[in-house]
């Protein structure tokens, strides 16, 4: 897949999910450096560079796209020809999404160890790591229930519904508004992520905070799947992630919107859920409490304060 298609896809969101973006993402490099014609590695590199930035520029929140680019040119700066760099990029972004494959069936096994036979589980979105736990428990013989959103406005509840109805799971349809009335008939809740903040925080899709509180209320604990490169390394130098706020008439009609002057629509479509709200985080690596987020971006991507000046964030990316 070509770059600008693969970007225009991320930004209509017919790619959507962190895990996918990411992977997308790896395969548009890939693609883009075994098509660029450069005869020397610097020209192959600011090619490179300006293939990042179109796709680093499609959707703002999810931190496995900076990640991924990361991963896949950090050596970039190093090669010296033009090969040498393309068959780098090549392996890099082979490697990446191998591991990405890998971690989101890692994170199922681990998961998949957290719910208990006769469980009912609430997810909210489309994660495919939180639904890969989901899958995989159910695959082992535990009788398991969902209860999944509707994840307005952009419906994402509709494919995890379907997702689920396909593996065999009975699962619940809700409103989002309904998951305070039924929270006290749910064992656990498990979601996925876009970002992880240095302090434990948690970004995903707008509700996901509502539901976090809601847990906390009941009493329910609250897991979230994620693999390592939605660990944000940049928190650490206090950067904030930024929610994307997504056009209004995904909300509300344009034809309707226009009869109403003094209505702004607003319409982010991420939200934060402070650590203490979350009880566990599985990533590839081991379940960890929120607390510990810093140990995953020193360890596992590899932060040095030296390495925050390239232009794609930290280098040294440890991608297995
Ligand atoms: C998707 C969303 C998902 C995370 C994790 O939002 O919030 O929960 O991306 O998904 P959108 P995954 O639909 O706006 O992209 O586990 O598949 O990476």
């Not at 940049?234 to 056009?247: A, M, Q, S, W, Y």
């Not at 379940?287 to 794609?312: C, K, N, S």
Request: charged share 25%; hydrophobic share 45%.
């Amino acid at each position: 897949m070509i770059v600008p298609e693969t970007a225009n896809k991320i930004k209509s969101m017919e790619i959507r999910g962190a895990g996918r973006i990411a992977r997308a993402v790896a395969e548009a490099l890939r693609d883009h450096a075994l098509a660029v014609q450069a005869p020397a590695p610097a020209a192959f590199r600011e090619e490179m560079e300006r293939a990042a930035s179109t796709l680093l520029a499609t959707r703002p929140t999810a931190v496995s796209l900076p990640n991924a680019v990361h991963i896949v040119l950090a050596d970039l700066g190093h090669a010296k020809t033009t090969e040498e760099a393309r068959a780098d990029v090549v392996q890099r972004a082979d490697d990446f999404i191998r591991s990405s494959q890998h971690a989101v069936e890692q994170i199922a096994q681990f998961g998949a160890s957290h719910i208990r036979d006769g469980d009912t589980i609430l997810t909210h979105c489309n994660s495919e790591a939180a639904l890969g736990c989901i899958i995989e428990a159910h695959r082992q013989g535990k009788e398991i229930e969902v209860f999944a959103t509707e994840v307005r406005p952009r419906n994402q509840g509709l494919i995890t519904i379907r997702t689920l109805n396909d593996a065999g799971i009975k699962t619940n349809f809700i409103v989002d508004s309904a998951v305070r009335s039924f929270i006290n008939d749910v064992d656990l809740v498990i979601v996925g992520a876009d970002a992880v903040t240095v302090n434990g925080a948690v970004v995903n899709k707008i509700g996901t905070a509502q539901v976090a509180h809601s847990a906390r209320e009941a009493r329910v604990n609250m897991v979230v799947a994620a693999e390592t490169y939605k660990f944000a390394p940049r928190t650490i130098l206090g950067e904030l992630i930024r929610i994307e706020e997504r056009p209004g008439s995904e909300v509300l009609p344009d034809e309707i919107a226009r009869t109403l002057p003094l209505v702004t629509v607003r319409n982010p479509a991420f939200d934060v859920t402070p650590a203490e709200y979350v009880d566990l985080i599985v990533t590839e690596k081991g379940a960890i409490p929120p607390q510990m987020a810093y140990v995953i971006i020193r360890d596992y991507l590899g932060w040095g304060i030296d390495e925050f000046h390239t232009p794609f964030g930290p280098a040294g990316f440890n991608c297995e």
